[in-house]
């Protein structure tokens, strides 16, 4: 996954002095195997086999969900049990979900304030296939290739730099699904889903071209009761649209 750059970096400011200083994040790589009799031919260097690897990979799981905690915490708190169908915490849940098979994770590690290596983004994806994304497929009746963004984040201190824009434009929606193309001709594109309130990731994703897939829930309209001047009353009432629990995105590559 070369397409993903070795290293990200920005320059700021230093707080204290006003100097100019360039933050760097080296990237890390590691595979989900197929199955449980498959070690995936992945296992270098650059990219760790998560089964050959599992104490060093349980260690990049664990601060991947820390990551996650840390923006969408809250949010998995409040719909786990809808989403999961369970009653496990959602950070059981999510890890469970972490280790599925043809998973790719790319990370990056830089040094916290107090100079210990910390997380400071990553992604993780995997070729799949899915309904719901070719037009006027509201039915979910044909399937299509497609890679399937599972996660994307940046620690708070790394925000605002540009980093997610950069690992999602150039690296995946570009690099990579030119590599997939080269084995897998009628690759439809690249679909995520996201929480339906999370607006802020929802315009970082519009901006890049993806739409809501015809198969993702839709906005529900939810009926306000009438207001007069002696209070609630009867009468008809306005319908406001809510968004649902979440969106299904989408971006169809030529």
């Known amino acids: 996954m070369e397409e993903f750059p070795q290293t ?11 100097d100019s200083t360039t933050t760097l994040l080296r990237r890390q790589m590691m595979y989900m195997p197929e199955d449980d009799g498959d070690d995936g031919g992945i296992d270098t260097p650059e990219c760790m086999n998560y089964k050959l690897h599992k104490a060093d990979g349980d260690q990049t799981l664990h601060s991947c969900v820390q990551l996650v905690d840390e923006h969408l915490g809250a949010k998995y708190r409040r719909a786990s049990r809808t989403m999961y ?10 890890l469970a979900e972490m280790k599925s098979a043809g998973l790719v994770y790319v990370c990056y590690w830089g040094n916290d304030a107090q100079g210990e290596r910390a997380l400071g983004a990553f992604a993780s994806f995997m070729l799949t296939e899915e309904t719901g994304l070719v037009e006027g497929d509201t039915a979910h009746e ?11 984040h940046v620690a708070r201190a790394h ?3 540009g980093l997610g824009r950069r690992l999602l434009a150039k690296a995946l929606c570009e690099g990579v699904a030119a590599r997939v193309r080269r084995t897998c001709d009628d690759l439809f594109g690249v679909a995520l889903t996201v929480f339906g309130d999370n607006t802020r990731a929802r ?3 519009e901006s890049l071209g993806l739409q809501r897939a ?7 309209a939810a009926p306000l009761p009438r207001v007069t001047r002696r209070g ?23």
Not at 238 to 246: E, Q, S, T, W
Request: one cysteine or more.
């Open 8 to 18: 990200l970096d920005y320059t700021g400011s230093d707080d204290e002095n006003g």
């Open 85 to 94: 169908g369970n009653r496990l915490p959602w950070k059981a849940n999510k």
């Open 142 to 152: 044909q399937s299509v290739p497609v890679i399937y963004l599972y996660e994307v």
């Open 159 to 161: 925000r605002g730099r």
């Open 203 to 205: 315009r970082l994703y």
């Open 214 to 220: 015809p198969g993702s829930p839709a906005p529900i």
């Open 232 to 254: 609630l009353g009867g009468g008809r009432a306005a319908a406001v649209a809510r968004d649902p629990l979440y969106y299904v995105y989408c971006l169809r590559l030529a």
